[in-house]
T-cell receptor
């Protein structure tokens, strides 16, 4: 049972345009969500997070939106740069029970110059 | 560098051998996690320590796997009698957790690649 789903395994975007990466979750106990970026042969690097008490969090070019009723979150990258090309993982956390992150399967973003 | 440090970065071993990975978390982080990642998948939780206490273990952690954090600082993950299915990247992560704070950011190391031949 996949509790965090990233249904798009890959996404290609032109440099300078917006990249939108999507994530859906099923566990209503999740109350904190994080996005990680991962290059090959490296560990995930934390990008941005959002608590379930918010619906938007912004950090520079990165904005995460949370729609609790739809159990959906998205990561927007504007403007996209070639250096953003990587695998992006959505992860969720329930502070009230288990302490571990549950990850989606990732989306490979390719930003074309 | 004050990030999460893992050693070795790569390990090739023959089936049946034992391997041990070490993780040094970010200084003063009281929580330490081990994850495993295979190609095409997201990281999967293995186990979690708060200080020296191992508080949770995944069903993925068979009896061939053991993790320790003896002094609440560095941790080791040992795999005994390795099998080809153990080939994966083993990720360590740490965070500064407080009971009253929700959603502490978890920071990952660069991972230890294991290849069992």
């Amino acid at each position: 049972d996949q509790q965090v789903k990233q249904n798009s395994p890959s996404l290609s975007v032109q440099e300078g345009r917006i990249s939108i990466l999507n994530c859906d979750y099923t566990n209503s106990m999740f109350d904190y969500f994080l996005w990680y970026k991962k290059y090959p042969a490296e560990g995930p690097t934390f990008l941005i997070s959002i608590s379930s008490i918010k619906d938007k969090n912004e950090d520079g070019r990165f904005t995460v939106f949370l729609n609790k009723s739809a159990k959906h979150l998205s990561l927007h990258i504007v403007p996209s740069q070639p250096g953003d090309s990587a695998v992006y993982f959505c992860a969720a956390y329930s502070s009230g029970s288990a302490r571990q992150l549950t990850f989606g399967s990732g989306t490979q973003l390719t930003v074309l110059p | 560098d004050t990030g999460v440090s893992q050693d070795p970065r790569h390990k090739i071993t023959k089936r049946g051998q034992n391997v041990t990975f070490r993780c040094d978390p970010i200084s003063e982080h009281n929580r330490l996690y081990w994850y495993r990642q295979t190609l095409g998948q997201g990281p999967e939780f293995l186990t979690y320590f708060q200080n020296e206490a191992q508080l949770e273990k995944s069903r993925l952690l068979s009896d061939r796997f053991s993790a320790e954090r003896p002094k609440g600082s560095f941790s080791t993950l040992e795999i005994q009698r390795t099998e080809q299915g153990d080939s994966a990247m083993y990720l360590c992560a740490s965070s500064l957790g407080h009971r009253e704070v929700t959603g502490n950011t978890i920071y990952f190391g660069e991972g230890s690649w294991l290849t069992v031949v």
